[in-house]
């Protein structure tokens, strides 16, 4: 039996560093962005919605058979990908599934969210939407004038996929009172004090730590980013882990940096963005 972890992060947050420097530790493998939850959600559908499932006169053993369909499913999935001890799982939907995913394990899953200031997030993906002006933008619908200045598309950034759902499912996590079973983590702290955020959560994996070099993290996970429509480089990591620098207001300016710590405050509080007085 492996130890599974997951790794249910907010976008352009660090959470592929994250995962590359497990990847030093040779009894760690993680993944890049997994599929294993989508597997399981379409599990639950069936389970769900069949009528030989609905039919079951027995309905708690029919609910305990299924549990142990998708976690012996799943202890194969990760078996089939390493034969190391420790797997660490990356999809942003995992923290959406708190309960259902203890109901699966038989026990507290231990999950890492990585977040980062607001403002920094819209800033990366207006650096994206820069970054490739030979190609329509997502975030660019002049038909409707919609993402026509950098104001307009920092809301879309916030209001739409992939930001929007990550911070509902956060904000669902502190108002049912669950903020407790996922490890937060800075991106600003992971990058700038990354030894000691690393013995925090081997702490919480109740593992040894593991001494990593920061000075070089070799990128071990490969996506292909073109799915997204942005650019093919969306998960390419520095080889040196250094300290994020806060552009946001330089690349989307004031006026926008100041709705996004008006209109996400709960969120910019809570992580400690903007001042909580």
């Known amino acids: 039996m492996k130890d599974i ?130 190609k329509t933008s997502q975030w660019l619908i002049e038909s409707e004038v919609r993402g026509t200045t950098v104001f307009k598309r920092a809301d879309m950034y916030m209001k739409n996929m992939p930001v929007n759902i990550s911070l509902d499912r956060i904000q669902e996590l502190i108002e049912m009172g669950l903020d407790g079973s996922v490890m937060f983590i800075r991106a600003e702290d992971l990058t700038s004090r990354p030894r000691e955020i690393m013995d925090e959560v081997y702490k919480v994996l109740d593992l040894e730590t593991y001494i990593h070099n920061f000075d070089n993290i070799e990128q071990t996970t490969k996506e292909n980013d073109v799915i997204h429509a942005l650019d093919n480089d969306l998960h390419t990591i520095r080889k040196k882990v250094e300290p994020l620098v806060n552009d946001s207001e330089e690349i989307l300016g004031e006026a926008a940096c100041n709705f996004i710590d008006t209109e996400y405050a709960w969120y910019q509080r809570y992580f400690g963005y903007i001042n909580t007085n």
């Open 5 to 134: 972890y997951f790794n249910s992060s907010m976008p352009r947050a660090c959470s592929t560093l994250l995962q590359n420097i497990f990847n030093q530790n040779p009894f760690f493998y993680a993944t890049p962005t997994d599929g294993a939850l989508e597997l399981l959600a379409g599990a639950r559908e069936k389970f769900t919605n069949s009528s030989e499932f609905k039919a079951a006169v027995d309905q708690d053993l029919a609910l305990q058979s299924w549990r142990s369909f998708c976690r012996g499913g799943l202890n194969e999935y990760v078996n089939t990908l390493t034969d190391k001890p420790n797997i660490v799982l990356k999809s942003r939907g995992w923290k959406g599934n708190v309960k259902w995913l203890e109901n699966i394990l038989g026990s507290k899953p231990k999950i890492f969210c990585m977040v980062r200031d607001l403002k920094c997030i819209a800033a990366s993906f207006e650096k994206l939407h820069r970054k490739n002006p030979d």
